[in-house]
């Protein structure tokens, strides 16, 4: 019975050291992907559009890294901004109908490209434990800046992206449900 116990105990602790994997989709007021009718505050001249590349964003609970892969401009497949960038950041806590402060600084980390061509970021950052609720819940937004939208350009909250199993749970159970309420009738 005791290495029962054990054997139990070591596998709970095995199974607490896994990691679960989040992955994030960017969104905002404009819709998906990072794009100027994002912007609270709004933008001007010719703003341009960016979303998601590659392997995408995605965040580690275990060792706290987010893993960032954005880019705009047209050699990215979306439309160029009106200059370079001039920062980048994620901000929290902030809705998608609100601003926020700067969180984590982007634009001097390696993985930044500034070309408002063929612009993007792709690399990896710590987020703080202070910080994983909010980004979990869609707090933290990315932004870049150029100089003809010092505010912000192009911007996407981070919303998490549900497993598969969830919505196909949630489906067969709304399923169950409603056969159940059929066969009472």
Known sequence: ???????????SLVLQAQATIFQFD??????TGLLPGNETGGTTGMPGTGGEVGAGIFYDDVTDMLTLNVAWGSANGFVNLSGNTTAGHLHGNGTQAQNAGV????????????SASAGGFNGTISILAADEAALLNGLLYFNAHTAANPGGEIRGNLVVVPEPSVVVLGVLGAGALLFRLRRRQ
């Open 1 to 11: 019975m005791k290495k029962l116990l054990l054997a139990l105990g070591l596998s």
């Open 26 to 31: 960017l969104m905002g007021l404009a819709g």
């Open 103 to 114: 969180k984590y600084g982007l634009n001097a980390l390696p993985g930044w490209n500034s």
